[in-house]
């Protein structure tokens, strides 16, 4: 069995790892048949994020159930299958209080990861991380349904009504999916930001929103142009770099919203936060996957993605696995807003 394996930041080799993965009472095992690059992996890659402790590398995938373990998961061999944290175990001190996406880290349901021909899978009766896939939605389509996840959760944390302004700093695949999940579900202008001129091209060419360029020395006005003058009710800073939380201050409504599912490393030089309590603006953070199950037991992030399958196949770039070095190459550099590895 073959794996692509990051050995050190920047280094990669596609190499055989040999096949010694059974099945416990715990895990599944799944043919991998794509897997999406996030921002997660580009992290290990770039050697921001380090690599000593790190289980496995990808975890965005779609794939085949092999060989469904002897648990009672709902799980059959012939399945097909995305990740995403369907259910938490619901025991933990997290779990009964509403914060399951702390439950069980990432780093335990999935190994050797989705960068490989094949992983086994946590999957239990209380605990889930793979939803089935739908006939009518692709293999390619469906590894954006952890990603999607992530985003399901922001946009629950922008809390918006109907009509409201939205305004999406920074436009990897979680700033994105979430603006089109925020449309979705009622929001009426919606406008993305980013600075990077690569992605902002590729992001016009699908046509899914109005972009302003915040290298643009007028890019404020440009969005007070588009929108009511008085600010923006729900800003979603998905940047990850500190210093754009200023603006997210700057530009939200009194009395609006700011969500960050930003990985922030650093800190902010000459950070003003008295706009908070002049302005009341609620801040929230947004954090990683969390279940969101629907009353009959099943993801509501598998029909969203279904509903909006058309608008995210645009942000998809998909590679042969002989070509890694590029895929993470046009990830790095914005040339694909969602890079998928096709194995
Ligand atoms: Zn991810
Ligand atoms: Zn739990």
């Known amino acids: 069995m073959k794996q692509i394996i990051l050995t050190a930041p920047g280094k990669l080799e596609y190499r055989e790892i040999g096949n010694k993965m059974n099945v416990t009472d715990t895990t599944v095992k799944v043919e991998v048949k794509a897997c999406g690059i996030c921002g997660s992996d580009m992290a290990l890659y770039n050697g921001t994020r380090d690599l000593t402790n790190e289980h496995y590398f990808g975890h965005e995938f779609s794939g085949v159930i092999v060989d469904p373990g002897k648990g009672d998961n709902g799980m059959k061999a012939g399945m097909r299958v995305a990740s995403e944290l369907v259910k938490g175990c619901g025991k933990c001190w997290y779990c009964r ?26 999957n239990t009766e209380e605990y889930s991380f793979l939803s089935p896939i739908p006939d009518e939605l692709d293999d390619i389509t469906a590894t954006i349904m952890e990603p999607a996840n992530c985003a399901y959760h922001v946009a629950m944390k922008a809390n918006i009504c109907p009509g409201d302004t939205v305004l999406v700093f920074g436009l990897g695949a979680i700033g994105l999916v979430a603006a089109l999940i925020l449309k979705s579900m009622g929001a009426g202008t919606i406008i993305g930001a980013d600075r990077s001129p690569l992605r902002i091209e590729e992001i016009r060419k699908t046509g899914l929103l109005p972009i302003v360029n915040t290298t643009d020395p007028n890019w404020k ?35 609006g919203r700011i969500v960050v599912p930003s990985v922030y490393h650093g800190s902010i030089d000459g950070f003003e936060p008295l706009p908070i309590m ?30 909006l399958k058309d608008s995210l196949s645009k942000i998809i770039k998909v590679y042969d696995y002989k070509d890694y070095e590029q895929a993470f190459a046009d990830a790095r550099s914005g040339a694909a807003i969602k890079a998928v590895v096709k194995f």
Not at 97 to 122: H, I, M, R
Not at 235 to 245: C, D, H, K, N, S
């Open 278 to 307: 002049r302005k009341e603006l609620t801040i929230v953070g947004s954090k990683g996957p969390a279940p969101q199950m629907k009353s009959d037991g099943t993801s509501a992030v598998v029909d969203k993605v279904l509903e």
């Open 221 to 255: 006005d440009q969005v007070r142009e588009m929108t009511a003058k008085q600010g923006i009710d729900a800003v979603i800073e998905a940047t990850g770099a500190p210093a754009v939380l200023k603006d997210a201050l700057d530009m939200a409504r009194y009395g």
């Open 97 to 122: 209080n509403g914060l399951a996406n702390y439950c069980k880290s990432l780093n335990d349901v999935l190994l050797p990861g989705g960068f490989t021909e094949q992983t086994l899978v946590t």
